[in-house]
């Protein structure tokens, strides 16, 4: 088993359409977890942290599920600009090993 | 503030020559990484550096040198390059790698081509 799996998707979603995707990890001692957005031909970025009482940044909501070890990111009223790759990430454990998922590519159409 | 920056931005190698990758940040981070992205691989960490004047080996270091120069820069070193290497390769800092899971900020990437 993967230590950090994601579906790859695509998810093709309608502008305004609400969409989530769940990331599984493996290690019970993690301790951190992100999701980062990634854009193609570019650079990850912080989308958010995900904190265990769940977290919303304007339309981005983060949930953290430890009992069964998984993450997630909820979308609403989705943007085209929101269409890129989005990078579960999970930290502990060792050097406080940071390990990212292969992405889920989201596709926003118009 | 410019973050983290890389260069090059693109390389093209014959097998067997050996570059340098620079990372510079300016962020005052103590911890850098040094990472590549391959296509259904995600990102894999290859060295980090949690803090000035030291570093390890992440998951796949086998090929590959660094230094931490100073506190700002941390640099890859591939030695006799493989076509295997053919990657995008990121640098990364965060403020810390132990404490209060602080986010990695990245370069904007190094595509680089073994031939």
């Known amino acids: 088993r993967k230590e950090v799996e994601q579906d790859p998707g695509p998810f093709n979603v309608p502008e305004g359409a609400t969409v989530a995707f769940n990331c599984t990890y493996s290690?019970?001692?993690?301790?951190?977890f992100f999701w980062y957005r990634q854009d193609c031909r570019k650079e990850p970025k912080l989308l958010m942290s995900?904190?265990?009482s769940g977290n919303e940044d304007g339309r981005f909501t983060a949930q953290l599920n430890r009992a069964s070890q998984y993450i997630s990111l909820l979308i609403r009223d989705s943007k085209l600009s929101d269409s890129a790759t989005y990078l579960c990430?999970?930290?502990?454990?060792?050097?406080?090993?940071?390990?990212f998922g292969t992405g889920t590519k989201l596709q926003v159409i118009p | 503030n410019a973050g983290v920056t890389q260069t090059p931005k693109f390389q093209v190698l014959k097998t067997g020559q050996s570059m340098t990758l620079q990372c510079a940040q300016d962020?005052?981070?103590?911890?850098m990484y040094w990472y590549r992205q391959d296509p259904g691989m995600g990102l894999r960490l290859i060295y980090y550096?949690?803090?000035?004047?030291?570093?390890d080996k992440g998951e796949v270091p086998n090929g590959y040198n660094v230094s931490r120069l100073n506190k700002r820069e941390f640099s890859l070193r591939l030695e006799s390059a493989a076509p295997s290497q053919t990657s995008v390769y990121f640098c990364?800092?965060?403020?810390?790698?132990?404490?209060?899971?602080?986010?990695?900020?990245f370069g904007d990437g190094t595509r680089l081509s073994i031939l």
């Open positions: 962020m005052n981070h103590n911890s």
């Open positions: 550096s949690a803090s000035e004047g030291t570093t």
């Open positions: 990430v999970v930290k502990g454990g060792g050097y406080q090993k940071v390990t």
């Open positions: 990364a800092s965060s403020a810390n790698t132990v404490t209060q899971g602080q986010p990695q900020h």
């Open positions: 290690n019970s001692a993690s301790q951190s």
């Open positions: 995900v904190y265990s």
